[in-house]
């Protein structure tokens, strides 16, 4: 059974720094695509960030220049660095994964920005 389990949420001033890390466990495979959504109270589920297997990135535009995602292929673990957070990035942040048309979902971690 695969699990995702995300770490590193928690309490950042605005202008400050967090770094998410979302593992995988439990799978005989690479995936597709990892990435990041995050949902804020009162609002849809967003996707944040995204990268393939090939390295490629994608980015919403809210968050461009600020957050940056990574991966660590042989671990199926990813990562998402967020600097210069702004209040309105606070939500609860979840790791997906894709693996061909299966998506895989982690239990989500908050992320408050708040002075």
């Known amino acids: 059974q695969v699990r995702l389990v995300e770490s590193g949420g928690g309490l950042a001033q605005p202008g400050g720094s967090l770094r998410l890390s979302c593992a995988a466990s439990g799978s005989t495979f690479s995936f597709n695509a990892m990435g990041w959504y995050r949902q804020a109270p009162g609002k849809q589920r967003e996707a944040v960030a995204s990268?393939?297997?090939?390295?490629?990135?994608y980015y919403i535009g809210r968050v461009k220049g600020r957050f940056t995602v990574s991966r660590d292929n042989t671990e199926n673990t990813v990562y998402l660095q967020m600097n210069s957070l702004k209040p309105e990035d606070t939500a609860v942040y979840y790791c997906?994964?894709?693996?061909?048309?299966?998506?895989?979902w982690g239990q989500g971690t908050q992320v408050t920005v708040s002075s």
């Open positions: 990268i393939i297997s090939d390295g490629s990135t």
């Open positions: 997906n994964a894709l693996y061909y048309d299966v998506e895989f």
